[in-house]
C-alpha cells in the first residue's frame, strides 16, 4: 500500500480542476498534462548545470580538463568565496528569465515549487541530515512593497522536496542598497559590505550547524558572500550556497 498516494478525493478533485482549468506550461502557456510542470519544448531548452562545473561557483566547463585537478574556475582559485561549495540547477538564459523574473516581479509564486525541483535535484550530496536551508533577505522596505521574498519561497519548498529544515528568517538586511544590475564584482562587494546579518533570536539555531544559503540568481556571488560570512561569524559550522540559475557569459550583469 503507498501511504503517500493522495486520497482518491483530491485526486478526484484535480482531475476535475484540469477539466475546468486545462494546465499550462509555466513558461510558454502551452498545454501541459500536469499543473506546475513545463511543456516538452521548454524543458529541452533548459540548459542544467551537470559534471564538470566550478565547485565553488557552479560556472559550467567546457571539459573537465578546462576545470583542472580541483574544478575551480580562475575567479574562485584566485579570491576563494566564503562558503565551501556553490551549486546552481540552470544556466540563467531565456527560459529561466521567462520563470523567475515573474515570480521575484510579477506574483508569479506558483514557479518556486518548480524551480525548486531543479535546486533539489542539483543539490544531491549537498544536502545532509541536520541541513538548514536559510534564503537571501530583503530588506523591510523592499519586502513590503513586493510582498514575498523569492528566495525564501524557493527555500521553504526546498524544503519539502527534501526533508531538511528551513530557516526563512534566519538573515536580515540592515540597510537598504541600491541595484545591482550592471554593477561589477567589486562595486558589488563594496555595496554589500556590512548590509547582512544574522537575527539575534536565530543564533542558538544556526550556531554549529551546515546552513545551505538560498537565492534565485547567482551573479557575481557578492550578497552571497556576504550572507555566508556573517552566518560564519555567528558559529554556522559550514555554509554552501544554492540558487536556481547561474548567470554567465552575456547574461552575467543582468
Known amino acids: 500500500m503507498n501511504h503517500h498516494a493522495s486520497p482518491w478525493w483530491r485526486q478526484a478533485g484535480t482531475r476535475m480542476l484540469d477539466t475546468l482549468f486545462p494546465p499550462h506550461c509555466l513558461a510558454c502557456g502551452a498545454d501541459v498534462m500536469q499543473a506546475g510542470l513545463l511543456c516538452a519544448t521548454c524543458v529541452s531548452q533548459l540548459r542544467l548545470i551537470t559534471s564538470p562545473y566550478?565547485?565553488?561557483?557552479?560556472?559550467?566547463?567546457?571539459?573537465?580538463?578546462?576545470?583542472?585537478?580541483a574544478l575551480t574556475c580562475a575567479?574562485?582559485?584566485?579570491?576563494?568565496?566564503?562558503w565551501r561549495e556553490g551549486r546552481a540547477a540552470m544556466v540563467y538564459d531565456d527560459l529561466p528569465r521567462r520563470l523567475i523574473l515573474p515570480l521575484k516581479y510579477a506574483d508569479r509564486t506558483e514557479n518556486a515549487a518548480l524551480l525548486a525541483r531543479y535546486m533539489a535535484a542539483a543539490s544531491r550530496g549537498l544536502v545532509e541530515k541536520g541541513s538548514i536551508f536559510i534564503p537571501v533577505p530583503l530588506h523591510r522596505v523592499r519586502l513590503f512593497a513586493r510582498r514575498y521574498n523569492q528566495a525564501?519561497?524557493?527555500?521553504?519548498?526546498?524544503?519539502?522536496?527534501?526533508?531538511?529544515?528551513?530557516?526563512?528568517?534566519?538573515?536580515?538586511?540592515?540597510?537598504?542598497?541600491?541595484a545591482q544590475k550592471g554593477r561589477d564584482r567589486a562595486s558589488r562587494q563594496a555595496i554589500m559590505h556590512?548590509?547582512?546579518?544574522?537575527?539575534?533570536?536565530?543564533?542558538?539555531?544556526?550556531?554549529?550547524?551546515?546552513?545551505?544559503?538560498?537565492?534565485?540568481?547567482?551573479?557575481?556571488g557578492a550578497t552571497l558572500a556576504a550572507c555566508a560570512s556573517s552566518l560564519l561569524r555567528a558559529?554556522?559550522?559550514?555554509v554552501d550556497v544554492l540558487a536556481a540559475a547561474r548567470a554567465c557569459g552575456q547574461h552575467e550583469q543582468l
Not at 198 to 214: E, M, N, P, Q, T
Open 54 to 69: 566550478c565547485h565553488c561557483c557552479a560556472l559550467p566547463f567546457p571539459s573537465r580538463a578546462a576545470g583542472g585537478a
Open 75 to 82: 575567479t574562485c582559485a584566485e579570491n576563494p568565496p566564503p
Open 152 to 178: 525564501a519561497l524557493l527555500a521553504c519548498a526546498l524544503a519539502r522536496q527534501t526533508g531538511a529544515a528551513v530557516l526563512p528568517d534566519g538573515l536580515e538586511r540592515l540597510r537598504a542598497t541600491p
Open 194 to 220: 556590512g548590509v547582512i546579518g544574522v537575527r539575534g533570536h536565530r543564533l542558538r539555531a544556526i550556531a554549529g550547524r551546515h546552513v545551505i544559503v538560498v537565492d534565485d540568481v547567482m551573479t557575481t
Open 235 to 238: 558559529g554556522a559550522a559550514r
